[in-house]
């Protein structure tokens, strides 16, 4: 069972806010992953790492930042909340079996900016 | 560009009565396709990963199959807690890691 924590899971903080979603795997995974859903909607990426030290922008322009110091931790910030950020925000990782093609995906932070 | 696109958007089966969803995609260079099951409020759990044409993968009431255009995904004698969203994404081989998904299609079984 894949081991991928996300917190909080649910934020509901003001407009200007600057805000950090945490994600963190035991599984030594090294690639990582932050991808936006909004309901009905499909997953978009946003961002991605290839391990510690490196992060790519996504598919989906985001105004968000990450950061890979560690293997097993990528948070994800915002400097200033806006209300086009309310979403729900998932992390997911993979390891290098299989050629990375299963990710492992957290449970989720449901995100609400007023 | 839409690379996946889903149908139905919405399921809804009576136990036991058998059905299939359709992911269609759109890609240079197939790397695999993937179907995640979604439950809500939660991370997509992974079910299977499908690589090339003819090739079929089974998972208890799941069987998975994939064409050079689309995938299906067959729920034979769905239960109750087969009731999720199942979500399909395909991985280009131009793309590093990457994947696309689809808008998924919401499946509810009543008993």
């Known amino acids: 069972e894949a081991d991928i924590y996300q917190t909080p899971r649910y934020l509901v903080i003001g407009t200007g806010k600057k805000i950090t979603l945490e994600c963190s795997q035991t599984?030594?995974?090294?690639?990582m992953y932050w991808y936006q859903q909004d309901p009905g909607m499909e997953l978009h990426l946003i961002h991605y790492?290839?391990?510690?030290?490196?992060?790519e922008k996504g598919d989906l322009s985001s105004e968000s930042t990450v950061s890979r110091i560690r293997t097993e931790h990528f948070p994800l910030t915002l400097e200033s909340a806006r209300p086009s950020h309310t979403s729900q925000y998932l992390c997911?990782?993979?390891?290098?079996?299989?050629?990375?093609?299963?990710?492992?995906f957290g449970p989720g932070t449901r995100l609400t900016v007023l | 560009e839409d690379q996946v696109t889903q149908s139905p958007e919405a399921l809804r089966l009576q136990e036991g009565e058998s059905s299939s969803l359709n992911c269609s995609y759109t890609?240079?260079?197939?790397?695999?396709l993937f179907w995640y099951r979604q439950d809500p409020g939660k991370g997509p759990e992974f079910l299977f990963t499908?690589?090339?044409a003819g090739e079929e993968k089974e998972k208890e009431r799941l069987k998975a199959t994939l064409t050079k255009k689309e995938s299906f995904l067959h729920i034979t004698a769905p239960k109750p807690e087969d009731s999720a969203t199942y979500l399909c994404?395909?991985?280009?081989?131009?793309?590093?890691?990457?994947?696309?998904f689809g808008a998924g299609t919401t499946v509810t079984v009543r008993a």
């Open positions: 997911a990782s993979s390891a290098p079996g299989q050629g990375y093609n299963e990710q492992f």
């Open positions: 599984m030594g995974h090294d690639k």
């Open positions: 790492s290839y391990g510690v030290n490196s992060t």
């Open positions: 890609v240079s260079g197939l790397r695999g």
């Open positions: 499908l690589y090339s």
């Open positions: 994404a395909v991985r280009e081989e131009s793309n590093d890691y990457k994947l696309s």
